[in-house]
């Protein structure tokens, strides 16, 4: 039988974290059509014109980065070390400097680093001229989640990317419509609240009611910031989710991030309404707090890990999983002689299921078995800081780093082989970036 593509002799990441060794999987129509031991496998059982050599590699789902910020690409190194608020006093006037051209180079060099870490799938939180980022995203591949940035208020938001509820709304719709499904259906289209303190009643209500209305996803960020719970708390007497709950914005099809300064009571119903959560632990840890993750996993929320952008960290998310990990160990582990208070499965449960229900992709992606898309990664375990190990599913967690990847499939199509990304040219993207990045900080006065 002829397929796509033909990976044999590798070991394998189940949907149960335990790792099968000397495997066989074929590829067809984008989707995973066999998988099994590759002595199962009858000469010429399955033929293909391009057969990967999985030997020395683990094959394993591609990572879902749950939050990020494309149009940030071009503030890292700009915001470490810097005394609050940040994002007042730096990322709004960056954002609100960048024209199109940037914005799009800017989404292929951070399409660039998601690839090249692994990442095959992202939730864009959004910012200006979005459909730029749309454009990048086809071309390079990557399946995403992408929505416009949304705020109606806050005194220090320039007016270029303020907007009424009828513009958000009118702007939302035209969005959708216009680009719902592209790149062969890798690309979604969502609504978007910034945060609650840029968003009136008015604009959370309508952005949640377009969402359902169009079967799509809600973005937005939620407990990130002392000064959100005092915020709500001030003005409508509710802490942060319960404010979204007052608002119908809750449910099923909300993706939150950061999930910081969550109390108790906000956990039990985030977990009631279904809400998908989402941790950013090298941001959250340097500006806001530990999460009470455990607690949240307890509830059985489905949890995914996001890099945040490039600002204050690089796209990789096995920094994240090893961050995350750390943090919880030490916070919540130690106090209580717990050092399993965050296991290695768990960490990749939640950069590979909790992204992929988090886009509200949880049936097709995120886990490797026949009739599910083929997004998936090949790393390079046959070297010294991942082998010999008594348990490769805890090294991937401690020794394996983005430059282990050496082959992205996603949706059925190699994205890139032994480390050459073939659908984005590195080197003018690069060359591109160096150049472009002194005129924005100039026009943002950065």
Request: net charge negative; aromatic share 6%.
């Amino acid at each position: 039988m002829e397929c796509d593509i033909l990976i044999k002799n590798v070991s394998v990441l189940t949907k149960d974290f335990e790792i099968n060794s000397n495997q066989t999987v074929a590829i067809q129509d984008s989707q995973i059509i066999a998988i099994g031991s590759s002595g199962s496998f009858t000469d010429g059982q399955y033929l293909s014109s391009e057969v990967i050599d999985g030997k020395g590699k683990l094959l394993m789902p591609g990572m879902v980065d749950g939050h990020t910020h494309t149009c940030q690409q071009y503030l890292r190194g700009r915001t470490a070390d810097e005394y609050p608020m940040v994002w007042a006093r730096i990322l709004v006037p960056f954002e609100s400097n960048l024209t199109e051209d940037d914005v799009y180079e800017g989404a292929k060099l951070s399409a660039l680093e998601m690839i090249k870490s692994g990442t095959t799938s992202f939730a864009e939180s959004g910012g200006m001229h979005m459909h730029r980022v749309v454009d990048a995203t086809v071309e390079a591949g990557l399946r995403a989640a992408i929505t416009y940035s949304t705020m109606d208020s806050g005194g220090f938001i320039p007016n270029s990317m303020l907007t009424s509820v009828e513009e958000a709304v009118s702007r939302g719709e035209k969005f959708y419509k216009e680009y719902q499904g592209a790149g062969e259906g890798r690309v979604d289209i969502w609504f978007a609240l910034r945060q609650v303190m840029t968003s009136t009643p008015e604009l959370v209500q309508a952005m949640a009611e377009k969402a359902r209305e169009y079967n799509t996803g809600l973005h937005t960020h939620l407990a990130e910031h002392r000064d959100e719970v005092k915020h709500c708390l001030q003005n409508y007497q509710k802490r942060p989710a319960e404010f979204l709950d007052s608002m119908g914005a809750l449910g099923p099809n909300l993706l939150t991030a950061h999930n910081v300064l969550l109390s108790d009571g906000e956990i039990s119903l985030l977990a009631e309404r279904g809400v998908h959560l989402i941790h950013c632990p090298r941001n959250n840890y340097s500006s806001h707090g530990f999460p009470k993750t455990p607690t949240i996993l307890h509830q059985g929320i489905s949890v995914g890990l996001g890099s945040d952008g490039a600002a204050s960290s690089s796209l990789s998310l096995f920094e994240e999983m090893r961050t995350l990990r750390s943090g919880m160990k030490a916070f919540w582990g130690l106090q209580i002689f717990d050092p399993t208070v965050m296991s290695a499965k768990e960490l990749l449960k939640m950069a590979t299921v909790g992204g992929a229900e988090a886009i509200l992709h949880g049936e097709e992606i995120g886990v490797i078995e026949i009739g599910r898309k083929a997004d998936l990664i090949l790393i390079d375990i046959d070297q010294p800081h991942i082998l010999p190990s008594h348990n490769l599913v805890n090294s991937l967690i401690e020794t394996v780093t983005s430059a282990d990847v050496k082959d992205v499939i996603i949706d059925g199509k190699i994205v890139m082989k032994n480390r050459e990304v073939l659908t984005l040219d590195e080197e003018k993207i690069l060359f591109e970036s160096k150049n472009r990045l002194q005129s924005i900080a100039e026009r943002a006065g950065l």
